[in-house]
């Protein structure tokens, strides 16, 4: 498939790294299936993926969900600028990184979910 029409969910770094999601005009379950206390395993870098990958909090490379909320405001994407203000807001101050949506998650996918996800170790 082109890569022009893939979304993307950006993970934006509030304090470490960055990384993109990929996905399809679905985003994949495991995105859209965090709830507050999970962990998944953070990647680091700037690598692109297609879902998360939930594992035990005592895993040595987990980061675990702090915060989830939805952007508020509708219509046309509100910008990455806009996005990362509500994040330092509304998630937590253990908060490490930041998952939310891109423009092309927002715009294809319908996504206005963010994650706040804190480092375990």
């Not at 509708?74 to 990455?80: D, E, N, R, T, V």
Request: glycine content about 8%.
């Amino acid at each position: 498939m082109a890569k022009a029409l893939w979304p993307t969910v950006l993970l934006v770094v509030v304090a470490v790294g960055i990384a993109a999601l990929a996905c399809e005009a679905e985003l994949h379950p495991s995105l859209t299936h965090l709830e507050v206390g999970d962990c998944v395993e953070w990647l680091g870098g700037s690598a692109e993926v297609e879902e998360l990958e939930h594992v035990d909090c005592s895993y040595p490379a987990a980061i675990r969900v702090v915060a989830l909320f939805h952007v508020t405001g509708s219509g046309a994407w509100p910008g990455k600028t806009a996005i990362d203000a509500q994040a330092d807001l509304r998630c937590p101050w253990e908060t490490s990184y930041v998952l939310g949506p891109s423009k092309d998650s927002w715009e294809k996918a319908g996504n206005r979910r963010v994650a706040c996800f804190e480092r375990v170790r």
